[in-house]
């Protein structure tokens, strides 16, 4: 017969395996976000460089100004 196999003890072990992995891609991205900032010249886009946004009116429910105004030629 096949050898018995302990499962509680191999999800223990590739439970840790992957956390093993994730902590290891975690301090690599880390990484290589503080040599990004520490890189001379890195792009940086001062806040009056960025597109505008368009003006909105705030209407009551979302009607245009018009909608808005009462009908009058009735």
Do not use: F, W, Y
Request: hydrophobic fraction near 30%.
């Amino acid at each position: 017969p096949p050898d018995k196999i302990d499962v509680q003890r191999e999800i223990e072990k590739q439970t840790a395996e992957e956390d093993a992995a994730l902590k290891r891609t975690v301090e690599e991205a880390i990484q290589e976000a503080h040599e990004l900032e520490q890189r001379p010249g890195r792009l940086e886009v001062p806040m009056s460089a960025a597109p505008e946004q368009p003006a909105v009116s705030a209407t009551p429910n979302g009607q245009s100004d018009q909608e808005s105004q009462p009908n009058l030629t009735q």
